[in-house]
């Protein structure tokens, strides 16, 4: 959720009408940028002068002459208001530049240390106003077509060198004492959205990540704040508890990240920071409150084109800006949290917004809030967050917003599809969503507290389920508090089942839509989890997305992949409802060929393929897993030995130690439940004599077996770290981590004359290839 760097920064009103992505966009639409580039050469090059003789032509063409030089040189001129002060106020009037080149040299000059900074801040008061005033005639008249709207100030400013604050940022940036003393001018209520702004911009740039403990009196700063406040101030937090991105592919291996844990054994500084904002009393109560808040809404097809044009030009950074000036009178009329929603309904501004602005407003602060729950749902602090989250019930809050905030039933037309990358150019709409469903995402995973995305109703149905197939419910389940479960007629599992059938085919929300479902599934296995959401046609949905939509995102045929395995595992009436839609060679095929145009992205469905057919084999004596064995096309596939041997030459081929990822390390674990289940029926020799003529028949010994030792290598150092949760790999196979570990040192065995260890079967001369890979 990267937002645009500012282009203009001025400290006396923080209006942004140039930004990073827009400023082009607004430049480009003024009429009047070629006629004041003109003018500015007229000015250089003295046409029209009534000056005459050979002095003025030769002092301007020195000045042209340096300002072509600057630009090859770097030296000399590089803004226009370095101009002598007398030509810009000669060609000032005819230009219409309303004095803005002069205001800004003289700016420049009384910008330098020790300068009388009460001279700058007169200076900015005045081009602040001319810059605001177009501001808000932007965001309040009538929308025009980008042709038909002109902003000669903003242009002015711009081209005369007003943008200019990288190097001014980063200055400030460098000092902590600065930073620090800037959170407690947040305290004053006109100028806390100016200096939440500039904070923001600061920390984009700072190199070291600030600790929030260093603020003086935190705690009650974060109380004093509004809720208004407190939404905007998640802006700032977002950039203090999330890791930094390195931004570089070789730092994301999973070796790259063991040694950096190494180095760095104790708690990062974004940890520390998370752990410092639970400990505020009342924190997170106030960002589920905010999380939830229901918002007054105009209905009807003018409201949603009027939100779709919005949405089409409308950057957060402008808006929250745009917006200042209501804030400031909210801060004004009212000085109590509870008269908020009365301030709002007052404010003379507040009338001047359309309607659908406001609501892209409420949107976009909601995502920030959402973000920092999501990142603190995702820390070491987990359990903790979850207990809160439940008690204040955010997910009751949730979806009751569903219907008419997070998923409108419209969808705008010229909504770009983007991929998963949370940094792309989303509008806050689509931010909204994705991040509403990341949340649920991390909410679910791994956790008992899932069933919260269900009703009462719901969960009974769940136990229905259970009794009729004569099992227990499981303790999750049994242990959840129905007075925090969702209300209504629909839980959020099944209202985001709902829209998920309704998204294009290559629509990105498919993917998180499926993350998000899929999280709900994961852990130990559930038999009622799956044919809650199989009797709601989730697997016919699936399939149709795979064979039959034409869905080519690589990143939403793997969420959907992930989500298949997942919800057909050890589930005989899932394979039977598979057979069913997948009824002609035709389709078979097409699916085969989904899942073998990338193994990285299918592999944890063909676990679940391998796992099943294991488990099934073991239950000949139910008659209904007998004929679904006799008939399933998938099932009898996975059968032939042939073809788990093809899928376990080519999961070990992929992947090495170097390129071994958070993404791709499944495949190394898929490639071991594989030879696990070999071993349990006495097989293993088989399977690694055929990796071996497989290598040979291929002509290149000792490769595959050695790569593979190398990776079985890394995964001991890996997963028997005392740090590291392996529970996840007990559950999702049903196979005790016990014998994983075991199995990894039987097929490790140094012993030659093993035939279930793979040093059996490299010959002499291709033994300990690359050994030096995973040396320190």
Same mark, same amino acid.
């Given at each position: ?23 082009? *966009? ?66 000032? *009037? ?18 330098? +240390? ?31 077509? /980008? ?321 009729? /197939? ?30 998920? *059938? ?179 029926? /006495?097989?293993? +020799? ?12 291929? *002509? ?77």
């Amino acid at each position: 959720m990267k937002r645009s760097v500012l282009a203009v920064r001025i400290s006396a009103s923080r209006c942004r009408l140039i930004t990073s992505n827009n400023s082009s *966009k607004l430049s480009t639409s003024c009429p009047n940028s070629s006629v004041q580039e003109e003018e500015i050469m007229a000015t250089l090059l003295g046409s029209e002068s009534p000056c005459t003789g050979g002095k003025r032509r030769n002092c301007t063409s020195n000045i042209v002459t340096k300002f072509t030089a600057s630009k090859i040189t770097g030296q000399g001129f590089s803004r226009g208001t370095q101009l002598p002060g007398g030509l810009l106020q000669e060609r000032d *009037k005819r230009a219409k530049w309303h004095g803005i080149p002069t205001l800004l040299q003289k700016l420049y000059e009384s910008s330098h +240390p020790n300068s009388d900074l009460s001279h700058a801040h007169s200076f900015l008061k005045v081009l602040s106003s001319q810059l605001s005033m177009e501001a808000m005639s932007f965001v309040t008249e009538d929308r025009k077509t /980008a042709q038909e709207s002109t902003f000669p100030n903003t242009y002015t400013f711009d081209l005369f060198g007003g943008v200019d604050t990288e190097g001014v940022t980063k200055s400030l940036a460098a000092r902590d004492d600065f930073v620090l003393f800037l959170f407690t001018l947040m305290t004053n209520k006109k100028t806390f959205l100016q200096t939440a702004t500039l904070i923001e911009d600061i920390l984009g740039v700072k190199k070291e990540m600030i600790q929030l403990e260093g603020i003086p009196n935190l705690s009650g700063l974060v109380q004093s704040f509004d809720q208004q406040q407190l939404a905007n101030f998640c802006r700032i937090l977002s950039v203090t508890i999330s890791e930094p991105d390195v931004g570089n592919d070789d730092k994301h291996t999973l070796l790259a990240k063991n040694a950096q844990q190494k180095r760095n054994a104790s708690p990062s500084r974004a940890e520390v920071n998370q752990v410092t904002l639970l400990n505020i009393p009342g924190f997170i109560e106030r960002l589920c409150k905010l999380a939830t808040r229901k918002v007054s809404e105009a209905t009807g097809a003018n409201f949603l084109q009027e939100l779709e044009d919005w949405y089409t030009w409308l950057d957060n950074a402008l808006v929250l800006d745009a917006l200042m000036q209501m804030a400031t009178e909210e801060a004004e009329q009212s000085s109590t949290e509870s008269s908020d929603e009365s301030s709002l309904a007052t404010s003379p501004l507040r009338h001047r917004l359309p309607q659908s602005m406001k609501i892209v407003h409420e949107i976009m602060y909601k995502v920030e809030v959402l973000y920092v729950l999501c990142v603190l749902l995702m820390g070491r602090q987990r359990n903790q967050v979850h207990k809160m989250l439940a008690e204040f019930r955010l997910i009751p809050g949730l979806n009751n917003l569903f219907d008419k905030l997070i998923w409108r039933k419209y969808t705008a037309s010229n909504h770009v599809v983007h991929g998963q990358n949370e940094n792309c150019d989303c509008s806050p709409e689509i931010s909204f969503k994705i991040q509403f469903l990341r949340l649920l995402q991390s909410f679910s995973d791994h956790h008992e507290n899932k069933y919260l995305l269900l009703n009462s109703q719901e969960l009974n149905e769940l136990s229905a389920i259970s009794m009729k /197939a004569n099992i227990p419910e499981v303790e999750a389940l049994v242990n959840t508090d129905r007075s925090l479960v969702c209300d209504g007629k629909k839980g959020l599992l099944t209202r985001i089942l709902t829209v998920m *059938k309704r998204e294009p085919p290559d629509s990105s929300f498919r993917f998180w839509q499926a993350r998000a479902v899929e999280s709900f599934l994961r852990g130990a296995t559930s038999y009622a989890d799956q044919m809650f959401l199989l009797k709601r046609g989730l697997l016919e949905h699936i399939l149709f997305c795979i064979i039959d939509s034409g869905c080519t995102s690589r990143d939403v045929l793997q969420s959907y992949f992930d989500l298949l395995g997942e919800l057909m595992k050890f589930n005989i009436d899932a394979f039977k409802r598979f057979n069913k839609y997948v009824n002609t060679p035709e389709k078979f095929q097409t699916f085969l060929t989904q899942i073998n145009s990338s193994l990285v992205d299918s592999n944890m469905l063909v676990r679940c393929i391998v796992l099943s057919l294991d488990r099934f084999e073991s239950q000949t004596e139910d008659v209904k897993v007998v004929e679904v064995l006799s008939e399933c096309c998938l099932l009898s596939y996975m059968a032939r030995v042939e073809n788990r041997l093809s899928f376990l030459f080519r999961l070990i081929n992929i992947i090495n130690v170097q390129t071994l990822t958070q993404e791709n390390v499944s495949c190394l674990n898929t490639s071991l439940v594989i030879l696990m289940l070999a071993r349990r029926k /006495a097989k293993l +020799p088989f399977y690694l004599n055929a990796l071996r003529e497989k290598e040979y028949a291929e *002509k290149y010994p000792g490769c595959l077996l050695n790569n593979f030792h190398n990776l079985l290598r890394f995964w001991q150092r890996h997963y028997l770290n005392k740090d590291k949760d392996s529970t996840c790999l007990e559950n999702s196979s049903c196979i005790p981590f016990s014998y994983w570990k075991e199995t990894v040192s039987v097929l490790l065995g140094s012993d030659r004359t093993s035939l279930c260890a793979i040093a059996s079967y490299i010959d002499e001369p291709f033994m300990d290839l690359d050994r030096d890979l995973l040396e320190d």
